[in-house]
Nanobody, 124 residues
Framework: QVQLVESGGGLVQAGGSLRLSCAAS????????MGWFRQAPGKEREFVAV????????YYVDSQKGRFTASRDNAKNTVYLQMNSLKPEDTAVYYC?????????????????WGQGTQVTVSA
């Protein structure tokens, strides 16, 4: 069993920044890739980024490259998503998720544990 708790969301003006955190407990955190996803109202949940267990490999959806940075601290069992130059279209609930063993992808079914999400709202 894995428990994931996101934090750091909030209301920010366009052009601002937020840093999301995801604290993990349960299954050995340091052996799992961790993903970030988001879901806007009325839309499907979509991939944002994934970071390998070591932090050595990070992949982003093309639209986030250069604005979002995923990182992790295995000593603290925490993964982060630094979001800069935020846009109103970034408004969504952001979720972290633990990947199934060996997975490092963008598909929802490659992740077996999810957090409850944290709301990010970007005003124009």
């Amino acid at each position: 069993q894995v428990q994931l708790v996101e934090s750091g969301g909030g209301l920010v003006q366009a052009g601002g920044s937020l840093r999301l955190s995801c604290a993990a407990s349960g299954r050995t955190f340091s052996s799992s890739a961790m993903g970030w996803f988001r879901q806007a109202p009325g839309k499907e949940r979509e991939f944002v980024a994934v970071i390998s267990w070591s932090g050595g490999s990070v992949y982003y959806v093309d639209s986030q490259k250069g604005r979002f940075t995923a990182s992790r601290d295995n000593a603290k069992n925490t993964v982060y998503l630094q979001m800069n130059s935020l846009k109103p279209e970034d408004t969504a609930v952001y979720y972290c998720a633990a990947a199934t063993p060996g997975a490092l992808g963008y598909k929802l079914n490659e992740y077996d544990y999810w957090g409850q999400g944290t709301q990010v709202t970007v005003s124009a």
